[in-house]
């Protein structure tokens, strides 16, 4: 099944552009890259020559020496005679992380204006190999998993419902009451699918969650096998009982990284690079800890303490088990309310490129779930499984006279002083 995806508008505006650069898809395995840019090029162009680095690693000699776009193209075509160029055509690089060099043409094929598409799967980790990126010849996009967006409108809930609630969200109104008890479900429907397409599509067809969760599983199972395949010798290992690890990690109540929760004598020495590396390959994101409520956000963050959090909310669900699913449905999550809700939370902004930073002192006896920033200042946001208290937030908004205090809830929108109350599914326009 074809879904409705974003990245599809952005393709159509790219490829519009004519002093468009060579781009360059990234993000983790298994999102859609190949489909959706494959498909994209099929309906746009006459012809698409397409190579694959890690199915045809032959295509990788193709590029050692010469670099420029004549003499690469020259050895495509002797290589497949079918690789012809034209205006009607574009060049489609697959898994381009493979071939570094390949990478370093791509500002020739920009100077040249042929029309090339790339994507990588694990170009975080090997843009170290790149002996000279071609800076200010490529375009790079970062594609996520489905948002809850994307999920909604392939469920089948139609545009205009969509505009009419990011309407009450911009007038700060209530939600029609069978609007909003649509879309909480619509919430914990999200959580157990996510947004993983296999595992979208698998629920659109099936309405089976335990199907779900096994290609769920699997895609878990890929990740932990290309850790195994990919990583550094020094990394493979580590790397891997590192992301084991994170159900732990989310699961306690304090939810700061502990490097003694993967091994007992566990620290920053040993694991710090393991964890840049699953990070590098998009399989999580770091939410660091401030030590000031001020702006620029990036400038008073902490390397040293920070949370962590999977790119996919589907994918968490899976890693805590399948019988969480129908506990989500059902409204009881007594053990993991705190490490899913967070965790979602951090999937609407992960998707939306957004920076994750939260704050907290005393040992996370004043804590602040998120922290973001925008052209009127700094935004506080709480996270709550249900509708509950807010003490933190409106003692750090009052200490540090910050405006925006948000508190996103099951319930419908709402105002209680100076904090907004906002209904979870509201996130998607959050900016």
Same mark, same amino acid.
């Given at each position: 099944?074809?879904?409705?995806?974003?990245?599809?508008?952005?393709?159509?505006?790219?490829?519009?552009?004519?002093?468009?650069?060579?781009?360059?898809?990234?993000?983790?395995?298994?999102?859609?890259?190949?489909?959706?840019?494959?498909?994209?090029?099929?309906?746009?162009?006459?012809?698409?020559?397409?190579?694959?680095?890690?199915?045809?690693?032959?295509?990788?000699?193709?590029?050692?020496?010469?670099?420029?776009?004549?003499?690469?193209?020259?050895?495509?075509?002797?290589?497949?005679?079918?690789?012809?160029?034209?205006?009607?055509?574009?060049?489609?690089?697959?898994?381009?992380?493979?071939?570094?060099?390949?990478?370093?043409?791509?500002?020739?094929?920009?100077?040249?204006?042929?029309?090339?598409?790339?994507?990588?799967?694990?170009?975080?980790?090997?843009?170290?190999?790149?002996?000279?990126?071609?800076?200010?010849?490529?375009?790079?996009?970062?594609?996520?998993?489905?948002?809850?967006?994307?999920?909604?409108?392939?469920?089948?809930?139609?545009?205009?419902?969509?505009?009419?609630?990011?309407?009450?969200?911009?007038?700060?109104?209530?939600?029609?009451?069978?609007?909003?008890?649509?879309?909480?479900?619509?919430?914990?429907?999200?959580?157990?699918?996510?947004?993983?397409?296999?595992?979208?599509?698998?629920?659109?067809?099936?309405?089976?969650?335990?199907?779900?969760?096994?290609?769920?599983?699997?895609?878990?199972?890929?990740?932990?096998?290309?850790?195994?395949?990919?990583?550094?010798?020094?990394?493979?290992?580590?790397?891997?009982?590192?992301?084991?690890?994170?159900? &732990?990690? !989310?699961?306690? =109540?304090?939810? %700061?990284?502990?490097? +003694?929760?993967?091994? $007992?004598?566990?620290? /920053?020495?040993?694991?710090?690079?393991?964890?840049?590396?699953?990070?590098?390959?998009?399989?999580?994101?770091?939410?660091?800890?401030?030590?000031?409520?001020?702006?620029?956000?990036?400038?008073?963050?902490?390397?040293?303490?920070?949370?962590?959090?999977?790119?996919?909310?589907?994918?968490?669900?899976?890693?805590?088990?399948?019988?969480?699913?129908?506990?989500?449905?059902?409204?009881?999550?007594?053990?993991?309310?705190?490490?899913?809700?967070?965790?979602?939370?951090?999937?609407?902004?992960?998707?939306?490129?957004?920076?994750?930073?939260?704050?907290?002192?005393?040992?996370?006896?004043?804590?602040?779930?998120?922290?973001?920033?925008?052209?009127?200042?700094?935004?506080?946001?709480?996270?709550?499984?249900?509708?509950?208290?807010? &003490?933190? !937030?409106?003692? =750090?908004?009052? %200490?540090?006279?910050? +405006?925006?205090?948000? $508190?996103?809830?099951? /319930?419908?929108?709402?105002?209680?002083?100076?904090?907004?109350?906002?209904?979870?599914?509201?996130?998607?326009?959050?900016?």
């Amino acid at each position: 099944m074809q879904l409705q995806r974003k990245i599809f508008k952005f393709l159509e505006e790219w490829s519009s552009n004519p002093d468009k650069k060579s781009l360059i898809v990234s993000g983790c395995r298994q999102i859609g890259k190949t489909k959706c840019i494959l498909d994209f090029c099929k309906r746009k162009y006459k012809k698409v020559i397409y190579i694959d680095f890690i199915s045809e690693p032959e295509y990788i000699a193709v590029f050692n020496g010469n670099l420029t776009t004549k003499e690469i193209l020259r050895k495509l075509n002797l290589m497949n005679n079918d690789f012809t160029y034209d205006e009607n055509t574009i060049v489609f690089f697959d898994e381009i992380q493979n071939c570094p060099n390949a990478i370093i043409s791509l500002k020739y094929f920009t100077i040249d204006k042929i029309n090339t598409v790339c994507s990588g799967s694990l170009l975080g980790t090997s843009y170290n190999c790149v002996s000279s990126f071609p800076v200010g010849y490529v375009e790079l996009h970062k594609m996520h998993s489905l948002d809850f967006e994307e999920f909604l409108l392939n469920y089948g809930i139609k545009k205009e419902i969509i505009n009419e609630v990011k309407k009450c969200y911009e007038s700060q109104t209530k939600v029609d009451d069978i609007i909003h008890k649509k879309f909480i479900e619509l919430i914990k429907l999200y959580v157990c699918v996510g947004g993983m397409p296999e595992a979208v599509n698998m629920y659109l067809e099936t309405k089976d969650l335990n199907s779900v969760f096994k290609v769920q599983k699997n895609i878990v199972d890929g990740y932990i096998a290309d850790i195994a395949k990919y990583a550094d010798n020094a990394e493979k290992n580590k790397a891997r009982i590192l992301y084991e690890s994170l159900p &732990k990690q !989310l699961a306690k =109540e304090y939810k %700061k990284f502990q490097y +003694k929760l993967i091994e $007992k004598n566990g620290n /920053s020495r040993k694991y710090l690079s393991s964890l840049q590396w699953i990070k590098d390959a998009n399989l999580v994101q770091i939410c660091y800890n401030l030590t000031a409520l001020q702006k620029p956000l990036k400038g008073f963050c902490t390397d040293e303490t920070f949370k962590v959090y999977y790119g996919d909310i589907g994918l968490l669900c899976c890693c805590l088990g399948n019988k969480i699913q129908s506990n989500i449905l059902l409204g009881d999550l007594q053990i993991f309310k705190g490490a899913i809700y967070e965790n979602l939370f951090a999937d609407f902004l992960i998707k939306k490129d957004i920076s994750l930073y939260y704050y907290t002192k005393n040992s996370g006896v004043s804590e602040i779930d998120f922290v973001c920033e925008n052209n009127e200042g700094i935004i506080l946001f709480e996270v709550k499984s249900e509708n509950g208290k807010s &003490k933190s !937030l409106k003692y =750090e908004g009052e %200490k540090n006279k910050i +405006k925006q205090l948000i $508190k996103i809830t099951t /319930s419908n929108l709402g105002k209680n002083g100076s904090i907004l109350s906002l209904p979870w599914y509201m996130c998607m326009f959050i900016k």
